[in-house]
């Protein structure tokens, strides 16, 4: 076998080995007994990762002895004068986790590269017979983890959650975790090089100690069957030497449901529950329920709503009403606090603006964002649409970019599958159409259908004008005969002509499904006034939304939209001097909260919306 063949596989080994070294995902660890490692963390910056490779740039931590004075995840310190050691986290400066370093920091506004968290912590275990996880939140983009010297694993993806068991690792009383931080860019990654958004770097999320019994209920699905009201799909996991053949109840008090599942060879239980008269989940009442999962001494408490989700022809029905979705989309950032966003109080502050806006729905652009977001969506009765970074030019014929782009739609729907506001998965935003591209999202597309046989699969596609015609707007796109929404981001009167091409624009779309506009929008400094025909100015930008509601009402199977965006983001793309200076301007709200005119027409149209639908 030729040798650079032996390597790639070697390398895929390697990759899925160290990945699956990652403990299969834990599930609502906010509602399990945890210890925080939140706070004040030390760091060390290593761009050429001193830390990492040696100066023949071998792998220090695959190494049978690796050097204690350069192998930062050894965590060593000088024992005495004599001994040469070439780092010192306790000597090191401090940063806050969760937070990305390039707002904290201002030497590192711009870094890419690695930077090494260490963390001492006390840990006592609540009961003797119990097992540990260290369980992430997120870190951008690549993560290798290391207890008390020892590695735990390495996870890819900067966006989704993971955890590692640390049970036999970790000590009582002092411990210290080691993470190498990694936000890189590269054209094998997903996402890749280019992005029209700040690539923050950092442990990004919670860090926690979860502690569980020996065996435990690792995740569980609780949702209604496909387009049926009264029966509740069930499947628990557990995880541990005791979970064959053993029983698992399933209690919703409210709902006066107490039921028993037992579980398989593998730990698996699954069933269905008859459910009466369920107060539906919906943006007008978004009824969530108790539910408790109660497994021996073990049990998991979580709150659910239940609603059905449809598509019949062009309509979305959400239990069984035609909807209209209202929408914004929104990058996971705190414009304001700068920064990745990442608390409950940011996704009050995001949500509670869409809400402010008149909005029954998100676009939670272009990554999955903290699971804050997806749980407040569910208390305030705003839909979700949830999306993988596949971002435009992704290496397609590349197997390990495509486990890369898999395992974090695996991560997406495991993590948020209980969440009722979720009711879109997107495999794709802007991909160049190819058949390669074309094969690797329908891949995407069958296992989110696989994992989710409920909730709607779509990808923000690309629209053009019709050869020969003069302003026909069309998608040709062969991935619309695989998604059940057609969503396209459409930027007629700013990246496709002026204003004036609203008002003559006609749509040809031939596919009996709903169609979503995913992205519309203008560059708008807030507070720059002038003639409707200037750019930059809010005057232009209130007229692009005014003339392309109007516009985008000609399409017969219209059931929503998510214009771009709610509110200014940074981005290494936008360099205009007094206008952009580092910030996408095509917010209806600035990165210091103030509202712009085009605020107030969408939220006109979408209280006419709302009479209407
Ligand atoms: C694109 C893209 C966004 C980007 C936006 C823009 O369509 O999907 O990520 O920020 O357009 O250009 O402002």
Not at 361 to 375: D, I, K, S
Request: proline share 4%; with cysteine; net charge negative.
């Amino acid at each position: 076998m030729k040798k650079s063949k032996l390597l790639i596989q070697l390398m895929l080994f390697f990759m899925v080995s160290n990945m699956v070294a990652q403990t299969p995902q834990i599930t609502n660890v906010e509602n399990r007994q945890t210890m925080t490692l939140n706070g004040v963390w030390k760091y060390l910056v290593d761009p050429y990762e001193l830390g990492y490779y040696d100066y023949r740039r071998t792998v220090r931590d695959l190494q049978e002895n690796p050097s204690k004075s350069e192998s930062f995840f050894l965590g060593y310190q000088q024992q005495d004068p004599s001994e040469r050691v070439e780092y010192d986290f306790t000597k090191a400066d401090n940063i806050l986790v969760p937070g990305d370093w390039n707002s904290q920091k201002e030497k590192l506004f711009y870094y890419e590269g690695t930077v090494w968290y260490y963390k001492a912590f006390k840990y006592q275990p609540k009961d003797e017979a119990s097992r540990q996880f260290v369980h992430f939140g997120a870190v951008n983009y690549e993560a290798d983890v290391y207890l008390n010297g020892q590695k735990l694993g390495k996870h890819i993806g900067g966006f989704t959650p993971f955890n590692y068991e640390i049970t036999d690792k970790l000590k009582e009383g002092e411990n210290f975790l080691i993470v190498k931080a990694d936000n890189s860019r590269g054209l094998e990654k997903v996402p890749t090089v280019n992005t029209d958004w700040w690539n923050y770097g950092g442990i990004t999320r919670d860090v926690k100690i979860v502690e569980v019994p020996e065996t435990f209920i690792q995740d569980y699905y609780i949702q209604l069957a496909e387009g049926d009201d009264d029966v509740i799909e069930v499947s628990v996991t557990l995880n541990g030497s005791d979970k064959a053949g053993r029983e698992v109840i399933l209690d919703i008090p409210e709902a006066g449901i107490k039921s028993t599942l037992t579980t398989n060879e593998g730990g698996v239980a699954t069933g269905t529950v008859k459910a009466k008269k369920l107060t539906l989940w919906s943006p007008q009442n978004p009824h969530l329920y108790d539910v408790n999962l109660m497994f021996d001494d073990n049990l998991v408490s979580e709150r659910i709503g239940f609603r059905t989700l449809l598509v019949q022809g062009s309509d979305i029905l959400l239990n069984d009403e035609s909807v209209f979705l209202r929408g914004i989309s929104i990058h996971e950032e705190n414009g304001m606090r700068g920064g990745r966003a990442y608390s409950e109080e940011d996704a009050r502050m995001l949500l509670g603006w869409a809400k402010e806006l008149g909005c029954n729905f998100v676009r939670l652009a272009h990554y999955p964002h903290n699971e804050n977001m997806t749980r407040v969506a569910d208390e305030m009765g705003i839909m979700v649409w949830s999306e993988v970074p596949v971002y435009w030019t992704i290496q397609w014929q590349n197997e390990a970019t495509y486990e890369n782009a898999e395992n974090q739609l695996t991560s997406m729907i495991t993590r948020d599958k209980n969440r009722a506001s979720v009711v879109v998965w997107s495999v794709a935003n802007e991909t160049p159409v190819s058949a390669p591209r074309t094969e690797f999202l329908k891949s995407l597309i069958e296992k989110a259908n696989q994992m989710d046989p409920v909730r709607l699969v779509s990808a923000a596609l690309e629209r053009h004008t019709k050869e020969g015609t003069e302003n026909t707007q069309v998608v040709e796109d062969p991935l619309q005969k695989y998604v059940d929404i057609i969503a396209f981001n459409e930027y007629i009167g700013w990246y496709d002509g002026r204003n004036d091409k609203l008002k003559t624009a006609e749509f040809d779309i031939q596919f009996n499904k709903p169609v979503i506009i995913s992205e519309f929008g203008a560059g708008a400094l807030q507070g720059l006034h002038g003639e409707k025909e200037a750019l930059w100015t809010e005057e232009y930008q209130e007229e692009l939304y005014r003339e392309t509601v109007k516009m985008l009402e000609k399409i017969p199977q219209l059931r929503g939209m998510t214009p771009w965006i709610l509110a200014d983001f940074r981005s290494p793309r936008r360099v205009l001097p007094d206008i952009q200076d580092g910030w996408n301007r095509k917010g209806l709200i600035s990165e210091t909260g103030n509202k712009k005119k085009a605020f107030y027409i969408l939220q006109e149209y979408y209280r006419m919306k709302k009479e209407q639908f």
